[in-house]
Each structure stands twice: as structure tokens, then as C-alpha cells.
């Protein structure tokens, strides 16, 4: 039990200290003017820039309602520099929202207020729009205008829905490559993108920038852990131009894993060494604001110095209806010391948790109650057993995944089977590889009830280029897991397609992350029926 005092600390050093601003080279400079800014990915003719163009970070829009949608911008003219080039005054931004790419039939425009203490980040909550429909958007702000974003609405929560795609990503260290895939989704008719976390990755940058061989200055050399440094991990992730091309695309849902904070960090728990817990609690209070002021998030998501309410439900139509989860602030410490485990007796305790309780019911609570055809559960970590051990007379789990918090998955599962929830889909990120299966009220037995499916979607570029060799092929079997029917270990993300009668995915590979303009393909894809749990590779019965 964490201590409140210790907590109450937490809250009052973020509220109220500042840490001084990094003293950063002049390669900052260097940087942020020759990184090529998206032209928002709706093939408009790019906008023309000053050097003291304070759009330098792009626009986004998120949390997508029937009536509404929340836009974001930064103003950031020099990203990479003390203060992102900005003083310390509030500046008013306007925005606009259109039916028509030139903007000639604006619907709704308004003000908002870019504040030095939320990084000049704005979080435009506009309401009053129609259910289902494409909108343009743009900012303007010291006399300049925006790239031109395409955001959608969520359709009326009672309409009958016929199809509706999104698709989703996680892992992408700067460091390891470019973002391709991001650029791929730009050229799909998506309605959503949902990002299941590691956006960005704490560590210093190397000097070279790794795999995209460009100079780095040296305040971007050290690990994450005061305000200031979070935000300018951000600046520097949020200046690559296909992540920028794909937020100006389409509307995101975001959540966390653990490297917005700190690797495989498990509530108030560092993986690695703090002074103490109330030192960690400050840390991750600066990691939650960054991640903040940096997403597209509505102002009662805001976090309050180490707390920060990100789990959620959004539905679309009667067709879908998205569990968004929150893998990591609330859960157990891992079990046995964490890392890949033997016979951990620890990780079958049912005091332990990864959702914390309290998220554990609302989600089990949710399934039961929804209407909808199809539940995607936006999850962190595999979800499914996954043994690492070749030798059948034993089981090597890791202890991060759910197969660290066995008696928690056995909780949903039971809840999921008892309650006669259908149609459930898991989707996850973090494993950097690319992997589809059954789930199983009982894993140990082959033949015990299919009660979902997962997909896992590989790294956009954690990991570097990967490799085609090896992996599962689709359809295939493990012997270790027999419910795991594809594997691959390359780059990418997954595109998903759901109508009434089924759920569609395709496995969308980037082979090469190395350099820029990599091509994609459809490495594997699955279909699921609705009321015929399990996965059938597209074409067989």
C-alpha cells in the first residue's frame, strides 16, 4: 500500500516546481529546420513556412464522438529548442472546422488558449457536429495557418452500422527507424487509429540518432525524467513527418505501455532503481503530463500529478465498441522479479492484478452490458499464454505478460464465458512481432472453449528491420502453443475491417525501416465470423 503522504508530495512537487530548462546545443536549431513536416496526409498543396512557423509539430484529433471530436496542435517554431522557440505568454489559437477541404462551408470555429505550463500544447473540444461525417480542420495562430487535417465523427451509438475500419500501431523508437507505416495508413480510407502504446521510448538518443544517422545535440543524449526532458522526446518523435501525415488522417485513440514512462515500470514500481517511491511517483507525474500535453486528449483526461485517468469506452454504432485499457498504473508489481520465469508460484496469486481491481469490474461490468456486435479490448501486453520453452515438460513464462497475472486473465476470461459476452477481440502491441490467436478458457487444454481471439500488431520500428525467416506461418501451429496461429518478425501494423457478419484483419508488413519509403504488404490475413469464435485464415474453412 503506497503511502499517502509520499503521494500527496508527488502531487504538490509537480503542481508546483519547475525545473529549469535544458541548455541544449545549437544542433536543435539544425534539426527542427531541415525535419520534413507532413503536409497532413490530405494530398493538399503544402502550407509555406516561415522560420518562425509554430506548427512545427503538426496537428491531430482524437476521442471521436457521435457529435464531436478533439483537436490538437503545439505550438513549437523551433521543437527542438529551449522552450520549443516560444516565450513564456499565453497565446490565442483559432480553429476551424469544415464540411470541405477549402473551407468554403465552415460549421464551427472557435478560440483557444495555448499556455506556457501545458508546453503551448491546445485541446480544442469541439461539439455540435454530425454523426458519421468527414470534417476538415486547420489552426491559426501569429498570423499563420495549419496543415489541413481530415478527422470523422463516431456514428449515432443507436445507428446500425455496416462496416467500419481502423487500424493500430505501437513501439516506434525513434532511434531504430523511420515510421513507414504511418505513411501506408494515410493511403487506407481508415475511420480510426487506435495506438496501444510506446509512442516514445525514454532511453537518451545516441549521437548519430541510430538507424536514421542524424546528428543528435547532446540534451536528447540522457534518459527521461524531468518534464522538460519528456517534451522534448515528444518534439523530436512528433517531428517525423509519417507519424504527422498519419494524425492529420484520421482521428487517434492513444493509451500507454511503459516506455512513456520508464521499461516495464508496474504501478508506483520502477523497474529500475529510484531513491523511493515518492521520487518515482514525481517522475511518472512528469511522464503523464508530457504524454498529456502531447497526445490528442480532452482536458477531464488531464492527469493530476501521478494519477491519470486514461481507461475508457468508445462505441461506434451498434457495430463496435472499444474497451481502451490501461495496463500499467494499476497494476501488480511483476512477479518473481520480473523477466522471462520457470515455475513462478507468484504469478497464479489472486491478490495480484494487471487492470487494478477497480478497472478489472468496469471492464468485465462493460462486456456484459454491451450492445454491440464486436468488444476490442485496446491492450498493452499478449494477452494469450504464450510458453517460451521448447521442452514440453516445462513452461517458461514472462512474467510482464498476462501470463504474469494468471489469476487476473482467468478472472476475465470467467467473467467473458459466464456472462455469455460473444464476439470479443483483443488487440496488443509491445512484443515487437506480429502474432494471431485463440483464446482459451484454458489454455492446458487444447480443446477447452474459444472465448476470443487476439491480434498482435508488431513495432512500427522497435527492433529494426526484423527478419522474414522464422516466425509462424498463417494458419500455422506451435507446439508449445497450439492456440498461436501466426507469427512474424517484421515491422508494421494491422488494418481491421468489421461489418455485422465478421471481423477482418490483415497484417500489413513494412519491410524495411532502415531507410525511408519502404513498401508494404499483406503478410497474412484473418477472418472471424461473429457468433463462431476462433480465427480462420482468409480463404479456408
Not at 251 to 278: C, F, K, M, Q, R
Request: proline share 6%.
Amino acid at each position: 500500500m503506497e503511502d499517502p503522504e509520499l503521494r500527496a508530495g508527488a502531487l504538490h512537487y509537480a503542481r508546483h516546481t519547475r525545473r529549469r530548462f535544458l541548455a541544449l546545443s545549437g544542433a536543435a536549431m539544425t534539426l527542427a529546420m531541415t525535419t520534413r513536416v507532413a503536409d497532413a496526409g490530405t494530398r493538399t498543396a503544402p502550407v509555406t513556412r516561415t522560420p518562425d512557423y509554430p506548427f512545427a509539430l503538426g496537428i491531430a484529433s482524437g476521442e471521436p464522438l457521435a457529435d464531436g471530436v478533439l483537436l490538437w496542435t503545439r505550438l513549437a517554431p523551433r521543437p527542438l529548442d529551449p522552450r520549443a522557440g516560444m516565450d513564456d505568454r499565453r497565446h490565442r489559437v483559432a480553429w476551424e472546422v469544415a464540411e470541405d477541404e477549402g473551407f468554403r462551408r465552415v460549421v464551427r470555429r472557435g478560440e483557444a488558449v495555448a499556455a506556457p505550463e501545458y508546453a503551448h500544447s491546445v485541446h480544442a473540444d469541439v461539439r455540435g457536429l454530425r454523426p458519421g461525417r468527414d470534417y476538415f480542420y486547420r489552426f491559426r495562430a501569429g498570423g499563420e495557418l495549419s496543415p489541413v487535417g481530415r478527422t470523422r465523427t463516431a456514428p449515432d451509438p443507436r445507428a446500425r452500422l455496416e462496416r467500419m475500419t481502423f487500424a493500430f500501431a505501437s513501439c516506434q523508437a525513434w532511434q531504430d527507424g523511420y515510421f513507414p507505416g504511418y505513411r501506408h495508413m494515410t493511403d487506407e480510407n481508415l475511420d480510426l487509429v487506435v495506438h496501444l502504446g510506446d509512442y516514445l521510448y525514454e532511453g537518451g538518443i545516441p549521437a548519430n540518432g541510430g538507424v536514421r544517422n542524424t546528428a543528435i545535440h547532446d540534451g536528447l543524449r540522457f534518459r527521461c525524467d524531468t518534464l522538460d526532458r519528456y517534451r522534448l522526446q515528444f518534439a523530436l518523435y512528433k517531428s517525423d513527418p509519417d507519424l504527422q501525415a498519419a494524425h492529420a488522417h484520421a482521428p487517434w485513440l492513444v493509451t500507454w505501455d511503459d516506455h512513456e514512462v520508464i521499461n516495464n515500470y508496474a504501478g508506483s514500481v520502477a523497474d529500475e532503481s529510484t531513491d523511493s517511491v515518492a521520487a518515482f511517483l514525481v517522475w511518472r507525474a512528469n511522464a503523464y503530463r508530457a504524454f498529456w500535453e502531447n497526445q490528442p486528449l480532452r482536458r477531464p483526461q488531464e492527469p493530476v500529478g501521478p494519477d491519470m485517468r486514461l481507461y475508457r469506452r468508445v462505441a461506434y454504432g451498434d457495430l463496435v465498441e472499444f474497451d481502451v485499457l490501461d495496463g500499467r498504473q494499476y497494476r501488480s508489481d511483476q512477479a518473481c522479479g520480473d523477466g522471462s520465469k520457470v515455475d513462478c508460484a507468484a504469478r497464479l496469486d489472486p491478490a495480484r492484478t494487471m487492470l487494478g481491481f477497480d478497472q478489472e469490474k468496469w471492464l468485465i461490468d462493460g462486456l456484459a452490458a454491451s450492445k454491440a456486435r464486436w468488444k476490442v479490448l485496446a491492450n498493452q501486453v499478449v494477452i494469450a499464454q504464450d510458453d517460451f520453452d521448447t521442452n514440453p515438460d516445462t513452461q517458461t513464462f514472462s512474467m510482464d505478460f498476462w501470463d504474469g497475472y494468471k489469476a487476473s486473465r482467468d478472472r476475465l476470461f470467467k467473467g467473458i464465458a459466464d456472462r455469455n459476452v460473444n464476439d470479443v477481440v483483443v488487440i496488443t502491441g509491445d512484443a515487437h512481432r506480429a502474432q494471431a490467436a485463440d483464446l482459451k478458457l484454458n489454455f492446458d487444454d487444447p480443446s477447452s472453449r474459444t472465448i476470443g481471439s487476439e491480434f498482435l500488431g508488431t513495432s512500427i520500428s522497435s527492433g529494426g528491420d526484423g527478419s522474414p525467416v522464422g516466425g509462424l506461418p498463417p494458419g500455422g501451429t506451435d507446439p508449445a502453443n497450439p492456440h498461436i496461429r501466426f507469427q512474424n518478425n517484421q515491422r508494421g501494423y494491422v488494418s481491421c475491417t468489421l461489418t455485422p457478419k465478421e471481423y477482418r484483419a490483415d497484417y500489413r508488413v513494412t519491410p524495411v525501416v532502415s531507410r525511408p519509403g519502404s513498401p508494404v504488404e499483406t503478410k497474412a490475413r484473418f477472418v472471424i465470423e461473429s457468433g463462431r469464435p476462433g480465427l480462420r485464415v482468409e480463404g479456408t474453412r
